[in-house]
């Protein structure tokens, strides 16, 4: 039987869509079947970031949603597009292999519900569910990711992506930074999916930068603690995802190898 997981995160720009490729990454390893849904795109970016002072890439290979970037230190052409959407760049960094998916393509980076908006376009949240459930049919996973933090509102009612996935059953995984203010932001971002009574498989880190925040460690153990969720590991940095290169199969299944171990676990069947 098909499984499907929502990937969430603590606010925008924290990983969800580094987090999505692993998790497909590691399906397809795995032989599964897997999909990618994005079901509101909102604003595209280009691919592939400047360096900084000192030659580091800006961020882990996480595409900064919404924020158009300069053309600088673009890949050679030919190898991806230059702009797109997360799926866009899902596909590229994966290099094929999995099906992606996109219910709702607005032009403004901003809030599903203010992008709509500005084109006149009602979010269909029946579409959008119809649309997963359909995806189930042909895959033995289906990687759904949200827009923002689960509280971002896709209509002026209020609805969310994450009061879709809790009446679906979809499991949450979160997207935490690893430094300073994630206690507050995953603690409350967990507040709010209690109150939709939304199943939430556990959390994990992305990390932006090449050296690992210090209060990261204690991060993880204080969350854990407090939440008694499972811990489904940190994505470390990754220098061929920071420029957009998609990565050899020995450095993808480095890259995700620390989220295997509970993939695994959330996998098998209860």
């Known amino acids: 039987m098909a499984k499907a997981i929502f990937i969430t995160g603590t606010g925008t720009d924290v990983g969800k869509t580094a987090l999505s490729l692993a998790v497909l990454l590691w399906a397809r390893q795995k032989g599964l079947r897997a999909a990618y849904h994005k079901p509101i795109q909102s604003g595209t970016y280009a691919f592939g970031l400047p360096p900084r002072e000192g030659g580091m890439p800006q961020a882990s290979g996480l595409p900064q949603a919404g924020r158009l970037q300069q053309a600088g230190g673009l890949p050679q052409a030919g190898k991806l597009p230059q702009a797109g959407g997360d799926a ?16 709702y393509r607005l032009r403004m980076p901003a809030s599903p519900h203010l992008a709509a908006e500005a084109e006149g376009v009602t979010i269909d949240m029946g579409r959008i569910r119809g649309e997963i459930e359909s995806l189930h049919s042909g895959h033995d996973l289906v990687v759904v990711e949200g827009s923002g933090g689960p509280a971002v509102p896709v209509n002026r009612q209020g609805a969310t992506l994450a009061h879709l996935a809790a009446e679906m059953g979809l499991p949450s995984l979160l997207a935490c930074s690893p430094g300073l203010g994630t206690l507050h932001h995953t603690l409350s971002t967990l507040a709010f999916l209690r109150t939709l009574s939304a199943p939430v498989a556990g959390f994990a880190f992305c990390h932006r930068e090449a050296a690992p925040s210090a209060l990261a460690e204690d991060n993880r153990a204080t969350l854990q603690s407090l939440t008694r969720l499972p811990w489904f590991g940190a994505l470390p940095f990754s220098e061929p995802l920071a420029r957009c290169e998609g990565p050899t199969p020995a450095e993808a299944a480095a890259w995700y190898a620390p989220l295997t171990p509970s993939l695994e676990a959330w996998w098998k069947p209860e």
């Open 88 to 103: 866009e760049w899902i596909l590229a960094m994966a290099g094929g292999g999995i099906s992606t998916h996109v219910t």
